[in-house]
């Protein structure tokens, strides 16, 4: 750490206050000082701590703190820190309250249509025309005679705004507890988020929220930085500060020259420890929430905000260049979901350019457009049949002449037409459609958390029911992440176990233990194990914890090695990166001289030794020819038995003349080589059934690994993934670059279409191969459909990839909080088994879709036209409007709970992904709408037309406007409501399978639902009156009802005797929007996702689309989940997002530190070489899975 002029303690003279309160609380720099400290960088930075502070010990003994014990952990020091500057935490927007969601439902254009007409028809049925007695205006007041019946005209306004309101409060119930609920998850994740600290000389994990300024915290490769900072030491320090600057190149940070760390960003590389100097709304992402006005203001800025976006960047930053030295203006809004910015974050998906809209959310928006037309076509038509009809009939046929003391009667008609009219058209738009997903989604993800899945991005969880091909990482999620050194070569020897110490040459030994003790990060350590008889806990890098468990194998011990050179003495560290593939340390040794020691992947390192250690300990030179002859027979034999080699060296360096060590090529070369060990990483037990179960389900996994190739496709046939005798490929990253790029080293798509389809295992591949296998494989067009990907990522450079795939899956024991940042799911056991428990919930959400829309159309058609019908024949609809909404929306809201939760069977697994241009409603599902339409609509006619013959009741047809409620139509309602409900469970299975009733009592929200459907039913029969009208039917009529209802069963039955490809001319509905309906700016954009079809819809005034919108809406509340931490969400990366997809290569950070991923790739490349695990005249080749059905 640069010793800096120890210039005399002052406060900096420009803000007075510091002059006049210096001693806060007891401590010596202000909350302000703190915060204009933070606002400066570089040279400014470090001669405003020297001028101010002396250096930062000086900073850290004025917030009295130790820069190596760090805080004593005392609670009333730490509470008192929290009061003078403040906690690390930034205040959520204040959720929507009940009302306002109220509010929100009220807003549905067919309900403020059902509720205008309520209150006309309320209005009128209060006005007494004068004419009343006289005949002149007809039959119209015919069943006017009982005064009682009279009086009663209100009830059927008042029912239709009480059903209205129900609905409205159900809407906003919804809603409520969907926000609660995210915000409950939320919380969970944040108080899961941890930070390293050290406290009373005690490395602790502590909550995010429980940083204090004050605090020593150790960052290490792939944090995101929780609060401001000072570094008091670091090793090769680099800082993606894109999220703050918009800068994608990464920043290199050290104690003498750039020390100040923001929070919101991100650690590209190499490790240190800081001084936390700023919290919460202090912090400089703090700050800008308080400029964004995180509390609440932003309702009324949200709409400008998304035209402000682009433009807010460059103004920014012309405004910043402006102050001196305030780089830290120049930074983009940031958004986080807790942090208040859930409505900038909901735009999120539309910035970045990888989220379309979902497949799902596309179909189903088309099919309510289609759907919705029909609905306002028949509404309209329904209404203009019963104006003509009343008006020829009243006026042409019976002669009679527009009366003013009859107007009041002939509106009264002409409203109850209307609401004929609105009834139909509320019947025929599926309101429960977006209610319908919402819970399956919803509930998928709740229980989705039981299976080590926490979903972050609402559709990522159906989109995950498509997919057709998986990337996985091998390390962690392949195999068991618990690694152990079994083989090595040490001394001119190669052994296949643990080599006795004894066997070893002192010399030997000593310089092993002292490389790997000191050349791995100090904070990886094999702990003892919590129980007895368990094994030792390994913390931190695993491949260095199997090094370090080498060691004491060897019956050494790393740690006294570790207090003899702390990690401040250490004079120079290469930390390890993906394109080095190695990490050097440089110690300075006694007599003045250096020593580095190197660690890495083997082929790699060996090239750069040119010396070995022979068995006593001297060294001998180590020529190419020797390194082929070692490659041959040590590295190639370990890497067939699946096992990682590492390479052990190391370097000398004279006191005299010090080298250049920015210069690393130079370096690190000339090594002498003390050893190689094989590392295994054995498979986990459960992987090879659950690939199975992915191929089964048409789905092809690829392993895209930094290992060897040797040893990448011993594990991948120990999985699975691949089988002998089959034609597939296994590459390098380097062969595979050579193969898809042209004479300019451009990648071109049409080579990509000729690797990837038989690409299997994906070797020695650096990140950028990951996102360009990736991206060719969506763009891909070879096959019949858009191929679905699924990625698997844990490293800090893996945040591309994630993002390019559909969906991400970051890990999230070993994932960092990068990886988990750009991700849809993140897989809380790093296991691929959780992988194929997603996709088996993707499909069944929407399976849970399909189902309910077999409910709910059926209902719709029957119930339009039984409405349509009805009323052109009779002047008046069978169903009246309550019963309409009723049937509805209680049915609708009751049947998408009761389908929607329908648990997922391994049967789901056994069939192909439905793809992307699957039509939502099969011809099987059509075969049953229709099917079941038809018997309902025969059984609802003719009740309708000799119904009262065959009960012995009174006709209810033509009855005059305030009759009593008739039996005969009562009956009619009770029919239908038990055929729905008996459709109901045929409505449980859509693939035409027989046994409706599988798994019913695996399900017990279905039961309950349909049997409180059935308990509500009598009530309203029998007591619902007036209002509902409906008159009490007797025991012989109620099983008559239900005898027609149990029909449905059987009729569903027949209808699944008829094979679906016998009828041609059934057509499917509900395809995904086309290619040409989306634009390029609705894909990039997204304009919060609205498409043409949508607009459309706005034209169509039919917005019931209102409540798909919300339910959007509520899906980015799942924003919420977006986060891992109460500052995780502080920052948006919308700018480097797009800079880093851009500058792949640029990242530098591994995937785990496993010394191992790919060569930097360059356009030449060496033809792969035969496999030594096989002989050439048996090669082990490919899986090919059919291509039929994606």
């Given at each position: 750490?640069?010793?800096?002029?120890?210039?005399?303690?002052?406060?900096?003279?420009?803000?007075?206050?510091?002059?006049?309160?210096?001693?806060?609380?007891?401590?010596?720099?202000?909350?302000?000082?703190?915060?204009?400290?933070?606002?400066?960088?570089?040279?400014?930075?470090?001669?405003?701590?020297?001028?101010?502070?002396?250096d930062?010990?000086?900073?850290?003994?004025?917030?009295?703190?130790?820069?190596?014990?760090?805080?004593?952990?005392?609670?009333?020091?730490?509470?008192?820190?929290?009061?003078?500057?403040?906690?690390?935490?930034?205040?959520?927007?204040q959720?929507?309250t009940?009302?306002?969601?109220?509010?929100?439902?009220?807003?549905?254009?067919?309900?403020?249509?059902?509720?205008?007409?309520?209150?006309?028809?309320?209005?009128?049925?209060?006005?007494?025309?004068?004419?009343?007695?006289?005949?002149?205006?007809?039959?119209?007041?015919?069943?006017?005679?009982?005064?009682?019946?009279?009086?009663?005209?209100?009830?059927?306004?008042?029912?239709?705004?009480l059903?209205?309101?129900?609905?409205?409060?159900v809407?906003?119930?919804?809603?409520?507890?969907?926000?609660?609920?995210?915000?409950?998850?939320?919380?969970?994740?944040?108080?899961?988020?941890?930070?390293?600290?050290?406290?009373?000389?005690?490395?602790?994990?502590?909550?995010?929220?429980?940083?204090?300024?004050?605090?020593?915290?150790?960052?290490?490769?792939?944090?995101?930085?929780?609060?401001?900072?000072?570094?008091?030491?670091?090793?090769?320090?680099?800082?993606?500060?894109?999220?703050?600057?918009?800068?994608?190149?990464?920043?290199?940070?050290?104690?003498?020259?750039?020390?100040?760390?923001?929070?919101?960003?991100?650690?590209?590389?190499?490790?240190?420890?800081?001084?936390?100097?700023?919290?919460?709304?202090?912090?400089?992402?703090?700050?800008?929430?308080?400029?964004?006005g995180?509390?609440?203001?932003?309702?009324?800025?949200?709409?400008?905000?998304?035209?402000?976006?682009?433009?807010?960047?460059?103004?920014?930053?012309?405004?910043?260049?402006?102050?001196?030295g305030?780089?830290?203006?120049?930074?983009?809004?940031?958004?986080?979901?807790?942090?208040?910015?859930?409505?900038?974050?909901?735009?999120?998906?539309?910035?970045?350019?990888?989220?379309?809209?979902?497949?799902?959310?596309?179909?189903?928006?088309?099919?309510?457009?289609?759907?919705?037309?029909?609905?306002?076509?028949?509404?309209?038509?329904?209404?203009?049949?019963l104006?003509?009809?009343f008006?020829?009939?009243?006026?042409?046929?019976?002669?009679?002449?527009?009366?003013?003391?009859?107007?009041p009667?002939?509106?009264?008609?002409?409203?109850?037409?209307?609401?004929?009219?609105?009834?139909?058209?509320?019947?025929?738009?599926?309101?429960?459609?977006?209610?319908?997903?919402?819970?399956?989604?919803?509930?998928?993800?709740?229980?989705?958390?039981?299976?080590?899945?926490?979903?972050?991005?609402?559709?990522?969880?159906?989109?995950?029911?498509?997919?057709?091909?998986?990337?996985?990482?091998?390390?962690?999620?392949?195999?068991?992440?618990?690694?152990?050194?079994?083989?090595?070569?040490?001394g001119?020897?190669?052994?296949?176990?643990?080599?006795?110490?004894?066997?070893?040459?002192?010399?030997?030994?000593?310089?092993?233990?002292?490389?790997?003790?000191?050349?791995?990060?100090?904070?990886?350590?094999?702990?003892?194990?919590?129980?007895?008889?368990?094994?030792?806990?390994?913390?931190?890098?695993?491949?260095?914890?199997a090094?370090?468990?080498?060691?004491?194998?060897?019956?050494?011990?790393?740690?006294?090695?570790?207090?003899?050179?702390?990690?401040?003495?250490?004079?120079?560290?290469?930390?390890?990166?993906?394109?080095?593939?190695?990490?050097?340390?440089?110690?300075?040794?006694?007599?003045?001289?250096?020593?580095?020691?190197?660690?890495?992947?083997?082929?790699?390192?060996?090239?750069?030794?040119?010396?070995?250690l022979?068995?006593?300990?001297?060294?001998?030179?180590?020529?190419?020819?020797?390194?082929?002859?070692?490659?041959?027979?040590?590295?190639?034999?370990?890497?067939?038995?699946?096992?990682?080699?590492?390479?052990?060296?190391?370097?000398?360096?004279?006191?005299?003349?010090?080298?250049?060590?920015?210069?690393?090529?130079?370096?690190v070369?000339?090594?002498?080589?003390?050893?190689?060990?094989?590392?295994?990483?054995?498979?986990?037990?459960?992987?090879?059934?659950?690939i199975?179960?992915?191929?089964?389900?048409?789905?092809?996994?690829?392993?895209?690994?930094?290992?060897n190739?040797?040893?990448?496709?011993?594990?991948?046939?120990?999985?699975?993934?691949?089988?002998?005798?089959?034609?597939?490929?296994?590459?390098?990253?380097?062969?595979?670059?050579?193969?898809?790029?042209?004479?300019?080293?451009?990648?071109?798509?049409?080579?990509?279409?000729k690797?990837?389809?038989?690409?299997?295992?994906?070797?020695?591949?650096?990140?950028?191969?990951?996102?360009?296998?990736?991206?060719?494989?969506?763009?891909?067009?070879?096959?019949?459909?858009?191929?679905?990907?699924?990625?698997?990522?844990?490293?800090?450079?893996?945040?591309?990839?994630?993002?390019?795939?559909?969906?991400?899956?970051?890990?999230?024991?070993?994932g960092?909080d990068?990886?988990?940042?750009?991700?849809?799911?993140?897989?809380?056991?790093?296991?691929?088994?959780?992988?194929?428990?997603?996709?088996m919930?993707?499909?069944?959400?929407?399976?849970?879709?399909?189902?309910?829309?077999?409910?709910?159309?059926t209902?719709?058609?029957?119930?339009v036209?039984?409405?349509?019908?009805?009323?052109?024949?009779?002047q008046?609809?069978?169903?009246?409007?309550?019963?309409?909404?009723?049937?509805?929306l209680?049915?609708?809201?009751?049947?998408?709970?009761?389908?929607?939760?329908?648990?997922?069977?391994?049967?789901?697994?056994?069939?192909?992904?439905?793809?992307?241009?699957?039509?939502?409603?099969?011809?099987?599902?059509?075969?049953?709408?229709?099917?079941?339409?038809?018997?309902?609509?025969?059984?609802?006619?003719?009740?309708?037309?000799?119904?009262?013959?065959?009960?012995?009741?009174?006709?209810?047809?033509?009855?005059?406007?305030?009759?009593?409620?008739?039996?005969?139509?009562?009956?009619?309602?009770?029919?239908?409501?038990?055929?729905?409900?008996?459709?109901?469970?045929?409505?449980r299975?859509?693939?035409?399978?027989?046994?409706?009733?599988?798994?019913?009592?695996?399900?017990?929200?279905?039961?309950?639902?349909?049997?409180?459907?059935?308990?509500?039913?009598?009530?309203?029969?029998?007591?619902?009156?007036?209002p509902?009208?409906?008159?009490?039917?007797?025991?012989e009529?109620?099983?008559?009802?239900?005898?027609?209802?149990?029909?449905?069963?059987?009729?569903?039955?027949?209808?699944?005797?008829?094979?679906?490809?016998?009828?041609?001319?059934?057509?499917?509905?509900?395809?995904?929007?086309?290619?040409?309906?989306?634009?390029?700016?609705?894909?990039?954009?997204?304009?919060?996702?609205?498409?043409?079809?949508?607009?459309?819809?706005?034209?169509?005034?039919?917005?019931?689309?209102?409540?798909?919108?919300?339910?959007?809406?509520?899906?980015?509340?799942?924003?919420?989940?977006?986060?891992?931490?109460?500052?995780?969400?502080?920052?948006?990366?919308?700018?480097?997002?797009?800079?880093?997809?851009?500058?792949v290569?640029?990242?530098?950070?591994?995937?785990?530190v496993?010394?191992?991923?790919?060569?930097?790739?360059?356009?030449?490349g060496?033809?792969?070489?035969?496999?030594?695990?096989?002989?050439?005249?048996?090669?082990?080749?490919?899986?090919?899975?059919?291509?039929?059905?994606?």
């Amino acid at each position: 750490m640069g010793d800096m002029a120890n210039s005399s303690i002052e406060f900096h003279p420009k803000p007075q206050q510091q002059r006049e309160m210096p001693h806060v609380g007891g401590f010596g720099c202000t909350l302000a000082e703190l915060r204009n400290l933070m606002e400066l960088r570089g040279a400014e930075a470090l001669q405003k701590i020297q001028e101010a502070y002396g250096d930062v010990s000086g900073l850290c003994r004025r917030l009295k703190t130790s820069p190596t014990e760090g805080l004593a952990d005392n609670t009333n020091d730490l509470e008192k820190r929290r009061q003078i500057y403040g906690q690390n935490f930034i205040p959520p927007k204040q959720p929507k309250t009940f009302l306002q969601l109220v509010w929100e439902a009220l807003q549905d254009v067919t309900l403020i249509i059902l509720e205008v007409a309520a209150i006309v028809s309320l209005g009128l049925s209060f006005y007494a025309p004068p004419g009343e007695e006289s005949e002149a205006c007809g039959n119209v007041s015919g069943g006017a005679e009982d005064e009682g019946e009279a009086e009663a005209g209100w009830i059927e306004g008042a029912a239709i705004l009480l059903s209205v309101i129900c609905v409205v409060l159900v809407t906003a119930f919804n809603d409520w507890s969907k926000e609660k609920q995210f915000r409950g998850l939320q919380s969970r994740i944040e108080q899961e988020q941890k930070f390293t600290v050290i406290r009373n000389g005690q490395l602790l994990q502590v909550p995010v929220a429980a940083l204090v300024v004050g605090d020593i915290a150790q960052v290490k490769y792939g944090d995101l930085l929780p609060a401001d900072g000072v570094l008091i030491q670091g090793n090769d320090l680099k800082i993606d500060e894109s999220s703050l600057t918009g800068e994608s190149d990464h920043v290199r940070k050290s104690a003498d020259k750039d020390p100040m760390l923001l929070s919101g960003t991100h650690v590209m590389e190499g490790s240190g420890r800081m001084v936390v100097t700023a919290v919460g709304v202090n912090s400089q992402t703090g700050i800008i929430f308080t400029l964004l006005g995180a509390g609440g203001e932003e309702e009324e800025k949200k709409d400008k905000k998304g035209k402000q976006q682009d433009g807010a960047m460059d103004s920014s930053q012309t405004r910043a260049k402006k102050q001196d030295g305030a780089v830290a203006m120049e930074m983009q809004p940031l958004k986080s979901a807790e942090g208040g910015e859930m409505e900038e974050r909901e735009k999120k998906k539309a910035n970045v350019p990888k989220k379309e809209k979902s497949v799902l959310q596309g179909k189903l928006t088309k099919l309510a457009v289609q759907i919705g037309k029909a609905g306002l076509v028949m509404s309209a038509i329904t209404v203009i049949i019963l104006v003509l009809y009343f008006v020829i009939e009243t006026f042409v046929v019976d002669g009679r002449v527009w009366l003013a003391e009859c107007t009041p009667v002939y509106v009264q008609y002409f409203v109850k037409f209307f609401i004929i009219g609105v009834t139909v058209l509320v019947v025929a738009v599926p309101e429960g459609l977006p209610l319908a997903v919402t819970i399956s989604l919803a509930y998928s993800v709740k229980k989705m958390m039981k299976d080590n899945n926490l979903v972050r991005h609402l559709d990522a969880c159906e989109t995950m029911g498509n997919a057709t091909a998986i990337c996985s990482d091998k390390t962690g999620t392949l195999t068991t992440n618990r690694m152990t050194v079994v083989q090595s070569y040490l001394g001119d020897t190669h052994y296949k176990e643990i080599p006795a110490p004894s066997a070893l040459t002192p010399k030997i030994l000593d310089l092993l233990v002292h490389a790997i003790s000191i050349n791995s990060a100090y904070t990886t350590k094999i702990l003892p194990p919590e129980k007895e008889g368990a094994l030792p806990r390994q913390v931190g890098n695993k491949t260095e914890c199997a090094l370090l468990g080498f060691v004491l194998d060897l019956k050494r011990d790393f740690q006294p090695v570790r207090e003899q050179i702390p990690e401040d003495k250490l004079y120079k560290v290469y930390t390890f990166n993906s394109v080095r593939k190695s990490m050097s340390t440089v110690i300075r040794m006694p007599d003045g001289g250096f020593r580095l020691f190197s660690k890495g992947a083997s082929e790699i390192l060996l090239k750069k030794c040119t010396n070995i250690l022979n068995s006593n300990g001297e060294l001998r030179g180590f020529r190419p020819r020797d390194r082929d002859d070692m490659v041959k027979k040590i590295i190639e034999p370990m890497a067939c038995d699946g096992l990682r080699t590492i390479c052990i060296a190391y370097r000398d360096f004279s006191a005299i003349q010090e080298p250049d060590w920015d210069n690393e090529n130079e370096v690190v070369g000339e090594l002498t080589c003390i050893a190689v060990v094989g590392i295994e990483d054995p498979v986990r037990p459960e992987v090879p059934e659950a690939i199975r179960k992915c191929q089964r389900a048409g789905i092809t996994v690829r392993m895209v690994t930094g290992d060897n190739i040797n040893t990448a496709r011993a594990i991948a046939a120990k999985c699975g993934i691949i089988h002998p005798g089959e034609d597939f490929l296994c590459l390098e990253g380097k062969e595979f670059n050579r193969r898809i790029r042209n004479e300019k080293g451009e990648i071109e798509q049409e080579r990509l279409d000729k690797v990837w389809p038989k690409l299997r295992v994906l070797a020695r591949s650096s990140p950028t191969d990951k996102h360009t296998l990736v991206k060719g494989i969506i763009d891909s067009t070879t096959g019949e459909q858009r191929q679905v990907v699924a990625v698997t990522g844990d490293g800090t450079n893996d945040g591309p990839a994630l993002k390019k795939a559909d969906v991400g899956f970051a890990m999230g024991i070993a994932g960092t909080d990068v990886a988990k940042e750009a991700s849809d799911i993140i897989l809380t056991d790093d296991n691929f088994t959780s992988i194929v428990k997603a996709v088996m919930w993707g499909r069944n959400v929407y399976d849970s879709i399909s189902k309910f829309l077999q409910f709910q159309l059926t209902v719709n058609v029957v119930a339009v036209i039984v409405a349509f019908t009805g009323a052109c024949i009779t002047q008046d609809s069978p169903l009246k409007a309550v019963q309409m909404l009723w049937v509805n929306l209680i049915m609708d809201t009751f049947a998408s709970l009761a389908l929607a939760t329908e648990p997922p069977t391994e049967s789901l697994l056994l069939r192909k992904p439905y793809g992307r241009d699957k039509p939502l409603i099969s011809r099987t599902m059509m075969k049953n709408i229709l099917g079941h339409a038809v018997y309902q609509l025969t059984i609802i006619f003719t009740l309708l037309f000799v119904g009262e013959l065959f009960f012995d009741i009174d006709s209810g047809r033509n009855a005059p406007l305030h009759s009593p409620p008739s039996e005969h139509y009562t009956i009619i309602f009770n029919t239908f409501v038990m055929m729905q409900l008996f459709n109901e469970i045929n409505a449980r299975k859509i693939h035409g399978e027989r046994n409706v009733f599988d798994g019913i009592f695996s399900n017990p929200i279905f039961c309950t639902i349909v049997l409180g459907t059935f308990g509500i039913q009598i009530v309203i029969v029998q007591f619902g009156g007036k209002p509902f009208s409906c008159s009490p039917l007797s025991t012989e009529q109620w099983l008559w009802c239900l005898f027609v209802g149990v029909g449905e069963l059987v009729w569903g039955q027949v209808i699944a005797t008829i094979p679906t490809s016998q009828l041609k001319c059934l057509k499917e509905a509900g395809h995904g929007p086309g290619k040409d309906e989306m634009t390029d700016e609705e894909l990039a954009e997204g304009e919060e996702e609205i498409d043409h079809a949508e607009r459309e819809l706005r034209r169509g005034q039919i917005l019931w689309f209102r409540g798909l919108n919300r339910i959007q809406t509520q899906m980015e509340v799942v924003s919420t989940f977006k986060r891992s931490g109460s500052f995780q969400g502080a920052v948006r990366r919308r700018s480097s997002v797009l800079s880093q997809l851009h500058d792949v290569t640029n990242l530098s950070t591994p995937t785990h530190v496993t010394l191992s991923a790919a060569k930097p790739t360059s356009a030449a490349g060496r033809p792969r070489p035969v496999n030594p695990c096989h002989s050439p005249a048996k090669p082990l080749h490919s899986l090919q899975v059919p291509r039929s059905g994606w």
